[in-house]
């Protein structure tokens, strides 16, 4: 598998313009980059197979789809061995809401990014969901008020 120090300023180039706007062809992506499809293509097969490209998605908007309260929840476990840990982890991996789920350092465990069409929506996750897992002790929310820069582009430079 490659390193970042095996990538050239091509391959770089091919990952910031995939980043942003995954549904081109291999073509459109070729004159973007400044390259012939037939090299551009073998490049982006080898970025695909060494991992560098996870997946490729759409981004669906979430105020067309009715979505349009997001909470960043932060949890605390009751106890922290690793049954409860993966216990907690499997519970809230099956909640369509919960958009990420991150470990995290100091007084909470958790930091999930949560996603409900309102606030109602919102109560009825966290006390009827959230709070009835065994493994929580605490939920410490906080309503953001709408995104003022959301990317899942990352800094390749």
Same mark, same amino acid.
């Given at each position: 598998?490659a390193?970042?120090?095996?990538? @050239?300023? /091509?391959?770089?180039?091919?990952? @910031?313009?995939?980043?942003?706007?995954? +549904?081109?062809? /291999?073509?459109?992506?070729a004159?973007?980059?400044?390259?012939?499809?037939?090299?551009?293509?073998?490049?982006?097969?080898?970025?695909?197979?060494?991992?560098?490209?996870?997946?490729?998605?759409?981004?669906?908007?979430?105020?067309?789809?009715?979505?349009?309260?997001?909470?960043?929840?932060?949890?605390?476990?009751?106890?922290?061995?690793?049954?409860?840990l993966?216990?907690?982890?499997?519970?809230?991996?099956?909640?369509?809401?919960?958009?990420?789920?991150? +470990?995290?350092?100091?007084?909470?465990?958790?930091?999930?990014?949560?996603?409900?069409?309102?606030?109602?929506?919102?109560?009825?996750?966290?006390?009827?969901?959230?709070?009835?897992?065994?493994?929580?002790?605490?939920?410490?929310?906080?309503?953001?008020?709408? +995104?003022?820069?959301?990317?899942?582009?990352? +800094?390749?430079?």
């Amino acid at each position: 598998m490659a390193s970042l120090a095996d990538l @050239d300023e /091509t391959d770089l180039k091919i990952l @910031d313009v995939v980043q942003r706007n995954a +549904p081109m062809t /291999t073509a459109e992506l070729a004159e973007r980059v400044g390259m012939s499809q037939s090299p551009c293509w073998r490049r982006l097969t080898r970025l695909k197979d060494d991992g560098y490209i996870i997946d490729q998605v759409t981004r669906l908007s979430a105020d067309k789809m009715g979505l349009r309260t997001n909470v960043f929840a932060n949890v605390k476990l009751s106890a922290h061995g690793r049954t409860n840990l993966n216990e907690f982890i499997e519970a809230v991996s099956r909640i369509p809401e919960v958009l990420e789920v991150h +470990p995290t350092m100091g007084p909470f465990d958790f930091l999930l990014r949560i996603i409900t069409r309102d606030v109602e929506d919102y109560r009825e996750l966290a006390f009827g969901r959230l709070l009835t897992l065994p493994t929580v002790q605490e939920i410490n929310s906080t309503m953001s008020l709408g +995104p003022v820069k959301m990317t899942t582009a990352l +800094p390749i430079r």
